[in-house]
């Protein structure tokens, strides 16, 4: 199984569910975070002053899939979240031992 972190751009986040929602995605946790990337963040002026915002909100999205679905819900977050314009988001890949689903004792791809 793989976990999936998405770091998106929060206005992105109704379309990118819809697209997992059609790749067959069934759980996702969705934490309102901030966060910047490589311009941290970004500099605004305000009545002739600048100020600057290092901390950008964004809203990460966790979703814990078999192997086989990795390669279809990457394709179907860049589709969604993608604007082009820099702060698109990024997104992070790592393997999960083990998974439980508490109501049946299922463990594995089984209970994802
Ligand atoms: N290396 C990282 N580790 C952890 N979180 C990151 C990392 N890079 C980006 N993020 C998170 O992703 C969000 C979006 O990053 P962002 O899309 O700006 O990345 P970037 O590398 O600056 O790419 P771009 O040049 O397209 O803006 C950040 O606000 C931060 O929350
Ligand atoms: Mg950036």
Redesign the pocket.
Known sequence: MKKVEA?IRPETLPGVRQALEQVGVTGLTIVQ?L?????KGVTQQWKGNTYSVDL?P?VELKTVIPDEKLEAVLKAIEQSAKTGA?????VFISSVEEVLRVRTGERGAAAV
């Open positions: 770091i975070v966060g910047h990337g490589a311009q950008l964004k820099v702060g698109d988001g990024k």
